[in-house]
């Protein structure tokens, strides 16, 4: 557990670190750390205005002291190891033992002081991204400040002028810092409670990798060609699930620090985007969407009233953004008969296998892979292989949620004569309509 000397708020399984005794006599915050990778309870505040507290996927609120009027927050940016799922660890930079760093909660009219101590092999900066603040303390190295040398510590002190959805990363190198997985998320609450309230409110950052089989390091030059694309630095089936109560209005809050854009699709509900981070979206320009697309280095925001029990789908649309790293470079073989490829590949590698002559199913697969390596396609459901990966999780609407129950509620039971299910094939071959031919008749 984390140390709760002057700090607000309960984060549960969080560890603490000193930075230095010099520091500590400086009037630095204590830093805490995270090693969890599931989603921890909601960091309730205990003093000043109340709010709802958003949950991160696969993730946590970074807690903060107070110091008179301020709100004070210490974020290391440090060499991090992210399990992305089980079976695969990735060698990143993040703040505070993770990548992506831990969320920062405010609410709208605090005034913030962030420390910022750099424990990188070379210097950095924080941007607070969509944030109206002080020029100098916008974070863009050799612009508006001085960059962060390794081992030193910089503040940064600001006032929240308004709610919404934000992000934290880099604006020194960049390149390779973001590719390395140095981002995170900033939620600011509006001061009014009575300002479009919701039961639960959820939130991640969007980030993509090239991480080769059997390696641990991303390619922090790779452009386009990326094989990892993640939520919260996690690839399906290690992304955390949704748990909504049924009836409950859910927010859910979307960055994307990634270099593509990704439409974002959730199935069994229309949902609106209520908010960017650019500001919040009049209700009388709000559409009835099922998919939003995010742009990168954008916010997108929607708010879905969870009426529809059951398991439901949430994912990217982009069908090669919810496969993993084995998806690369495999050759389409659909219609190939796989009896002479098979004895030539046999030849080359004993071990080898040509596969793919009916689709790329992996639910009856069993192929070997190099270490450190996610299957293509992954995870199990009730009714068998799910076949997925990347940026895909399920947004589970129960009745029986407890208000601040986030723990998986596992498979829905599914009412009966309610699923989807096999009837006999016909004897014989469907009449079909011939093309240009009249319209078929129904006969009364």
Aim: aromatic fraction near 8%; charged fraction near 20%.
């Amino acid at each position: 557990m984390f140390s709760r000397r002057g700090f607000l708020g309960s984060a549960a399984l969080a560890g603490a670190s000193a930075i230095s005794g010099r520091v500590q006599a400086a009037s630095i915050p204590e830093a805490p750390t995270m090693d969890k990778v599931v989603m921890q309870p909601p960091l309730h505040p205990i003093s000043g205005p109340d709010y709802r507290p958003v949950v991160t996927l696969n993730g946590w609120s970074l807690p903060f002291r107070m110091n008179g009027d301020w709100k004070e927050f210490h974020l290391v940016a440090e060499p991090v190891v992210r399990e992305f799922a089980e079976g695969m660890k990735v060698n990143l930079w993040g703040y505070n033992g993770q990548s992506p760093g831990p969320t920062i909660e405010a609410v709208e009219g605090d005034k913030l002081r962030i420390f910022v101590t750099n424990r990188l092999p070379e210097y950095t900066t924080v941007h607070w991204h969509g944030m109206i603040i002080p020029s100098g303390m916008d974070g863009v190295g050799g612009l508006t400040q001085p960059h962060i040398q390794p081992g030193k510590t910089f503040v940064y002190e600001f006032e929240m002028k308004k709610s919404g959805t934000f992000m934290y990363h880099p604006h020194s190198d960049e390149m390779v810092q973001m590719a390395m997985g140095m981002m995170g998320m900033v939620v600011v609450h509006p001061r009014d409670q009575s300002f479009r309230p919701v039961d639960r409110d959820f939130v991640f950052v969007m980030s993509t990798y090239r991480v080769d089989p059997g390696t641990y390091l991303p390619h922090v030059n790779e452009m386009t060609d990326f094989n990892m694309w993640t939520w919260n630095a996690r690839v399906f089936p290690g992304i955390d699930p949704l748990p909504v109560r049924l009836g409950d209005k859910a927010r859910v809050r979307i960055g994307n620090l990634s270099m593509t854009n990704h439409p974002i699709h959730l199935h069994g509900h229309s949902f609106a985007v209520t908010c960017t981070d650019g500001g919040w979206i009049p209700e009388s320009a709000q559409l009835p969407e099922t998919t939003t697309d995010v742009p990168v280095g954008a916010v997108r925001v929607f708010d879905v009233l969870a009426d529809n029990p059951g398991d439901w789908a949430f994912h990217c649309h982009k069908s090669h953004h919810t496969m993993n790293a084995m998806g690369h470079d495999v050759r389409n073989l659909i219609g190939v008969s796989r009896k002479d490829l098979a004895k030539a590949v046999g030849k080359l590698a004993p071990d080898g296998m040509a596969m793919g002559s009916t689709g790329m199913a992996m639910g009856n697969m069993e192929m070997p892979a190099p270490d450190n390596t996610l299957p293509m396609m992954t995870g199990t459901g009730q009714f068998g292989p799910i076949e997925m990966g990347g940026m895909f999780t399920v947004m589970k609407i129960r009745e029986d949620l407890a208000r601040d129950d986030y723990r998986d509620p596992g498979p829905y039971k599914f009412p009966q004569g309610t699923v989807a299910y096999e009837v006999a094939a016909p004897a014989s071959e469907p009449a079909r309509q011939k093309s240009g031919s009249p319209p078929m008749k129904h006969k009364m």
